[in-house]
């Protein structure tokens, strides 16, 4: 990928996830950027391609934050806990602004639009991730379990941005420590 893509990519993501798609335009990524709108318009067709593709590229790169900080842990068990761990660490950074792929999928009305497919694509992976973690702890039923820990994890990072409750992970932690002694 060129340098001016990574920028350009670089630039969106980081605007749509402090203000949103939908305040973002075009002319404000033009100008963080530092990309002209016209090579812009050579690499992508429209903005919900170019937020897609942003999107796209923070999904690997928190998937894979994601699993090497929940991967430190030592059990099965631990791993499926640490990922709590991991999203505490999340919340209190300065610029956390809740889950990008939930965000977009709020704005994005329509099933089909390539940005919603993205977001999710970001949640199946993370239940596929939540599902391998489920099966190496042998639970009886591992796609309950995975199901059961997307939910604490989503509801987890909605109450830590929209409540402002930042132990809110370590409160569904409690829940999942519950769900895996049940």
Not at 34 to 60: F, H, P, W
Not at 70 to 76: F, K, V
């Amino acid at each position: 990928m060129s340098e001016t893509r990574q920028k350009l990519l670089a630039a969106t993501e980081r605007l749509i996830y402090a203000g949103g798609i939908t305040a973002t335009g075009m002319d404000r990524i033009v100008k963080e950027s530092g990309v002209a709108r016209k090579t812009i318009y050579s690499y992508y067709r429209n903005k919900d391609e170019l937020v897609a593709d942003a999107l796209a590229k923070r999904d690997v790169r928190w998937m894979n934050w994601f699993m090497a900080r929940s991967g430190q842990a030592e059990t099965p068990a631990g791993k499926l806990l640490a990922t709590f761990d991991a999203l505490e660490e999340w919340f209190f950074t300065p610029d956390f602004r809740g889950c990008a792929f939930i965000n977009a999928a709020g704005e994005i009305g329509d099933e089909r639009d390539p940005i919603r497919a993205v977001a999710k694509l970001h949640k199946v992976k993370l239940r596929d991730y939540l599902h391998e973690l489920a099966v190496a702890y042998g639970a009886n039923d591992a796609d309950q379990l995975a199901a059961e820990f997307l939910i604490l994890i989503d509801g987890a990072i909605t109450v830590a941005l929209v409540m402002g409750l930042k132990q809110a992970a370590r409160e569904a932690q409690q829940l999942a420590r519950k769900l895996l002694t049940a």
